[in-house]
């Protein structure tokens, strides 16, 4: 099962009912008892092998057959063990398994099976996550697992709590926090030796921490770091073993954004394919976003149409969300801002009601965006400053750019400051703009976003302009005009993009 052998693993599993059978009367440790015990943790077994092969078909069968040979034996442990994969199985298939989790949990603590009630009460938690229920309650869960874990030495159990701790702060935006509990997993000094006091960190939950730790560095530009940790990864997790995927997804978004930063676009579409192969959501959002960027707008549209239906039917919100806000920024593109406003809105609330706070900031920078657009800076400068906080504790470097790029843009309406050099706009705003940036070419450069540098330079040299400093504006003239003989494509107007 460990290399992904599925022809070997089920007929091991198939010929040692065989064998079984055909040894069922010989001595007492094969008597009834054994033998039937056996027979039915064999049959969950194979239930348990079609359900990672995602037959689910096959395992719904077998599990049955569990359920059966375990009734008329009256055990009640191996039933337990049958329910646990029950609503795993609904889930795999992508049905709510609330009720049965539940149930599932109760009976495990009537029956004092620790690990089982353990495993479904983070099962409750993943799926409270996905349906927006609050931090503080998951949180409290996972503690109450986390005493029960401590107490039996389940490590097993440690290590995937700490794992899905850190992806459920992760998906409510808060990387600090997603930081410190994937470093408190990787130091985790009470795992069980395997021999000679070598450590065990081949599990899921490790390539889980681990992935989450090369996308947090990359979000801030430490692409050393994060090829140091993908490499380890590899070695940990060859590509052809049981958990490769996970990191192989995680390297190829990594890429994917890379060349998307630096307005490499054709390179980016290659890696669509290869993403869509490992997650089908993923890889539809990524194919919009790079025809988006190609200027094929229609294609891009019907492909974010397609996914959002797909993706209420399979409730992953935050790619709704994403899909609202692309489908925003294709309006954008003909000014169609009045559009964009309802669908930003929509993003927003749905964004709050599940707690998604990275996703919620990212809206905010869209609605702003949208209201300087229509002609009232101060409202936007005033939605601004409140996503500002969290952008600038958890965000993303992309996104601590792109906010204070909005943020100078803002402030230079409401100086009211005219690019001709009418009027006689607010010093102090346009002083606040240059700050601003100076903030934005800072982020922009350690994620080497020539576009996006290329307009820094260009508002950089109108602003020192209108101060009277020659010297500075003349300055950022000329990075302004390198970067655009290097680019070789005309820059799309300032205000059509955030």
């Known amino acids: 099962m460990r290399v992904q052998d599925i022809f070997l693993s089920t007929h091991s ?99 004092c099976l620790p690990y089982l009630a353990s495993l479904g009460i983070q099962s409750l938690v993943q799926q409270g996550a996905t349906q927006g229920k609050t931090a503080h309650k998951l949180m409290d869960a996972l503690k109450d697992t986390d005493i029960l874990h401590w107490k039996h030495s389940l490590s097993e159990l440690i290590e995937i709590s700490l794992a899905q701790t850190t992806s459920i702060w992760r998906m409510y935006g808060k990387s600090t ?77 990594i890429q994917f954004d890379r060349h998307m930063n630096k307005g490499k676009y054709l390179l980016a579409e290659p890696l669509v394919a290869a993403i869509s192969a490992l997650n089908k959501t993923e890889g539809l959002y990524r194919k919009a976003q790079v025809l988006k960027a190609l200027n094929r707008s229609t294609e891009a549209h019907n492909i974010l149409q397609q996914l959002q239906v797909h993706c209420e039917k399979t409730k992953c919100t935050e790619i709704i969300i994403r899909a609202m806000l692309s489908t925003a920024e294709l309006h954008w593109e003909s000014s169609g801002f009045s559009t964009a406003l309802p669908l930003v809105l929509q993003a927003l609330a749905l964004a709050r009601e599940h707690h998604l706070q990275a996703l919620a900031s990212e809206t905010i920078l869209h609605l702003a965006f949208t209201q300087l657009m229509l002609g009232v800076p101060e409202q936007a400068l005033c939605v601004l400053h409140e996503a500002m906080e969290p952008i600038l504790a958890h965000g993303a470097v992309l996104d601590k750019g792109r906010a204070m790029l909005l943020a100078a843009r803002c402030q230079m309406a409401v100086a009211g400051f005219k690019p001709n050099g009418q009027g006689q706009p607010d010093l102090h705003l346009i002083r606040l703009a240059v700050v601003s940036l100076n903030e934005a070419a800072a982020c922009f450069s350690k994620l080497n976003c020539k576009q996006r540098l290329r307009d820094v330079h260009y508002l950089q040299a109108q602003l020192h302009r209108s101060l009277g400093q020659t010297l500075q504006s003349n300055k950022s003239s000329m990075l302004f005009r390198l970067l655009d003989q290097e680019l070789q494509s005309p820059a799309p107007p300032v205000s059509m993009r955030l």
């Not at 049958?82 to 609330?98: A, H, I, N, R």
């Not at 939950?205 to 380890?232: D, M, N, P, R």
């Open 13 to 111: 599993l198939l010929h040692y009912f065989d064998r079984l059978i055909l040894s069922g009367n010989d001595g007492k440790s094969n008597g009834d008892e054994g033998y039937g015990r056996s027979l039915r943790y064999a049959a969950l077994n194979l239930a348990s092998l079609h359900c990672r092969f995602g037959h689910y078909q096959q395992a719904d069968l077998a599990l049955q057959e569990a359920i059966r040979i375990a009734q008329e034996s009256n055990d009640h442990v191996c039933l337990q063990h049958c329910l646990s994969w029950v609503y795993t199985l609904e889930q795999m298939k992508g049905f709510d398994s609330t009720v049965l989790t539940e149930d599932s949990v109760k009976m495990a603590a009537h029956f």
């Open 177 to 253: 926090m997603a930081l410190q509990q994937a470093q408190l997993l990787l130091n985790m000094s009470s795992l069980e030796p395997v021999n000679f006091g070598v450590q065990q960190n081949n599990t899921e939950a490790f390539a889980v921490a681990l992935c989450h730790l090369a996308e947090l560095h990359a979000e801030q530009g430490l692409y050393g770091a994060v090829s140091e940790i993908l490499q380890h990864l590899k070695e940990q997790f060859p590509p052809h073993t049981q958990h490769a995927k996970l990191w192989m997804l995680c390297d190829l978004k």
